[in-house]
């Protein structure tokens, strides 16, 4: 069968971009990760062989959220550097051919934001108030929150101030919801779109994409709104703060501006099935949106093949590539969620207390995973830390812990610090090279440095390896943009794109079919592809 992928020409519908995670990337200075390091190691990020970057928040912000909590969307923390390493940063990567993708935080900001400090000052009913989502209390003296939502990362949605109103904050207390009925607000975020358009990103990956628009008559809702995945239940009534219809018709706003600047925008939209997904990215708004229905999905044949027929469909409906991903800083890292008994999406953490990951059938499966990800048509995210196979630290003690979900939870989840720590780079330096002082702004775990790239780079058979030959190989072969045909059997995941024919086994062997050679597998393959292995295979020469 036939996936059909809408080919586009533009550089993104096939772009292999990868995540950067400031804090934990590359430290010059004194173990929290800066934008110089990461200047510095563009020329590694051009040797993988990535088109793009996004690099997660690195603006002004108290860090409750490790800048998801932004209080001045136009200039850099000085804990990252100054709006002159952004400019240096910019003009390195030109250099470099990658181009840039910034994060924007649009569905609320830092309690520290000069808004919301006003907006406290000015008191109810004032015009600064109606910037955020401020209401009065119920019960006799209003001491009982406007409504029952709940905070994503635990405990309730609403935080009582002084005068006794109450603000929004669907996330952290430190991060008020804005209030997107008000045109202020809309004006505000088309002048920072500009202004990093002006300084030269190629676009932008969008926060919470789904939450902007609110039911302004703020119901109750009595249920939880997952990270990533939503809510997997057809039964619960639409939920009055995620993925509204009315979030759209910003979109189409931005687009325009977006357009004028040859710029794309990526749409972070937990939603509830892959239809709605697909309205992210019809043809006047988002340019792409996760497909988080890949990445939360089981390691097994039937959910993959179903998740990837089914990604194509919606998306040719409104010819829209595909976006696949498998890792962020808001999951566990992919080697220790393929270790787990259940996989999927994986839980929120993982605690040294809980049932540990089987690490070697994990890495072997992700490796398979990820060559699978990278043969599929469409582009793809790879997170920091993914091309060394980086495990969770899943032995972190917690009183490290930093995540306001661990806090939020009164610990009961152990939040995203796991999949957040500071990456490798020397083998032979203190705290693997992370920073010039071997500090590291969260501990790494023992033998972290095994995983640096001085030692992969040099091994033929390390993730490194596997995923610069695959770069190399997907864009030799066009694969980002070629046809697929689906030839799934009982036995496995098979595809068809361009030229190569992919194989993805799970729990069986498999004989290399005849008239076909390895072009390159994520384990030694000679005869047989062995279990949990996938081999990009090209024709033998006649
Ligand atoms: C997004 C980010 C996450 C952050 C949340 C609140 O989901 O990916 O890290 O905590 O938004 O901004």
């Given at each position: 069968m036939i996936l059909s992928q809408p080919s586009s020409d533009q550089w993104w519908s096939s772009a292999v971009i990868y995540q950067i995670y400031p804090r934990s990337f590359k430290s010059t200075t004194d173990g929290v990760g800066d934008l110089p390091g990461i200047t510095?190691?563009?020329?590694?990020?051009?040797?993988?062989?990535?088109?793009?970057?996004?690099?997660?928040?690195?603006?002004?912000?108290?860090?409750?959220?490790?800048?998801?909590?932004?209080?001045?969307?136009?200039?850099?923390?000085?804990?990252?550097?100054?709006?002159?390493?952004?400019?240096?940063?910019?003009?390195?990567?030109?250099?470099?051919?990658?181009?840039?993708?910034?994060?924007?935080?649009?569905?609320?900001?830092?309690?520290?934001?000069?808004?919301?400090?006003?907006?406290?000052?000015?008191?109810?009913?004032?015009?600064?108030?109606?910037?955020?989502?401020?209401?009065?209390?119920?019960?006799?003296?209003?001491?009982?929150?406007?409504?029952?939502?709940?905070?994503?990362?635990?405990?309730?949605?609403?935080?009582?101030?002084?005068?006794?109103?109450?603000?929004?904050?669907?996330?952290?207390?430190?991060?008020?919801?804005?209030?997107?009925?008000?045109?202020?607000?809309?004006?505000?975020?088309?002048?920072?779109?500009?202004?990093?358009?002006?300084?030269?990103?190629?676009?932008?990956?969008?926060?919470?994409?789904?939450?902007?628009?609110?039911?302004?008559?703020?119901?109750?809702?009595?249920?939880?709104?997952?990270?990533?995945?939503?809510?997997?239940?057809?039964?619960?009534?639409?939920?009055?703060?995620?993925?509204?219809?009315?979030?759209?018709?910003?979109?189409?706003?931005?687009?325009?501006?977006?357009?004028?600047?040859?710029?794309?925008?990526?749409?972070?939209?937990?939603?509830?099935?892959?239809?709605?997904?697909?309205?992210?990215?019809?043809?006047?708004?988002?340019?792409?949106?996760?497909?988080?229905?890949?990445?939360?999905?089981?390691?097994?044949?039937?959910?993959?093949?179903?998740?990837?027929?089914?990604?194509?469909?919606?998306?040719?409906?409104?010819?829209?590539?595909?976006?696949?991903?498998?890792?962020?800083?808001?999951?566990?890292?992919l080697p220790s969620r393929m270790g787990l008994p259940v996989t999927g999406k994986g839980p929120n953490g993982i605690f040294p207390t809980d049932p540990q990951p089987d690490l070697e059938l994990g890495s072997r499966r992700a490796r398979a995973a990820q060559l699978l990800m990278l043969a599929l048509p469409g582009s793809a995210y790879l997170y920091n830390g993914e091309e060394l196979g980086l495990p969770e630290h899943t032995s972190l003690a917690d009183e490290y812990r930093q995540d306001p979900n661990f806090r939020r939870t009164e610990g009961t989840e152990a939040g995203r610090d796991g999949c957040r720590i500071p990456l490798p780079w020397d083998s032979t330096l203190p705290g693997a090279g992370f920073s010039p002082t071997g500090e590291t702004w969260l501990p790494q775990p023992d033998g972290w440095e095994e995983y640096a790239p001085d030692r992969q780079i040099v091994n033929p058979d390390s993730v490194h390896t596997m995923i610069t030959t695959a770069l190399k190989l997907r864009k030799e072969h066009g694969l980002g943009t070629a046809q697929i045909k689906d030839h799934t059997t009982e036995d496995a995941l098979e595809y068809q794109v361009g030229d190569i024919r992919v194989i993805t086994a799970f729990d069986r062997e498999l004989p290399v079919p005849d008239g076909w050679q390895v072009l390159l597998s994520s384990q030694p393959v000679t005869d047989t592809i062995g279990p949990n292995t996938t081999c990009w295979l090209q024709k033998t020469e006649s």
């Open positions: 510095s190691k563009l020329p590694y990020l051009a040797g993988l062989g990535v088109d793009a970057v996004w690099i997660s928040p690195f603006y002004t912000s108290p860090q409750k959220d490790h800048g998801y909590d932004v209080s001045d969307y136009r200039d850099v923390d000085p804990l990252f550097g100054t709006l002159e390493d952004a400019t240096t940063l910019l003009a390195r990567a030109k250099e470099l051919g990658i181009k840039v993708i910034v994060d924007l935080v649009p569905n609320h900001t830092s309690d520290q934001h000069p808004w919301f400090q006003k907006a406290l000052k000015a008191g109810p009913g004032s015009p600064e108030r109606n910037l955020y989502w401020f209401r009065d209390g119920r019960g006799e003296n209003g001491e009982l929150p406007p409504t029952n939502w709940r905070s994503v990362f635990g405990g309730p949605a609403w935080t009582q101030v002084e005068d006794g109103q109450w603000y929004l904050h669907l996330f952290d207390s430190s991060q008020p919801d804005l209030n997107w009925e008000n045109p202020l607000v809309r004006e505000e975020f088309e002048s920072i779109l500009r202004f990093w358009l002006e300084r030269g990103v190629a676009g932008f990956r969008v926060d919470v994409a789904h939450g902007l628009m609110k039911d302004p008559a703020l119901p109750d809702w009595d249920h939880d709104w997952e990270m990533v995945s939503g809510l997997d239940d057809d039964s619960v009534p639409a939920p009055p703060m995620w993925d509204r219809d009315e979030v759209h018709d910003i979109y189409r706003d931005w687009r325009k501006i977006v357009d004028s600047y040859g710029g794309m925008m990526c749409a972070e939209a937990w939603v509830h099935d892959d239809e709605r997904r697909s309205l992210y990215v019809r043809p006047d708004e988002f340019q792409q949106c996760f497909n988080f229905s890949f990445l939360a999905s089981p390691w097994d044949r039937a959910s993959l093949q179903e998740v990837i027929a089914q990604s194509y469909e919606v998306n040719n409906r409104v010819g829209a590539p595909t976006t696949w991903v498998f890792n962020n800083h808001d999951v566990v890292r």
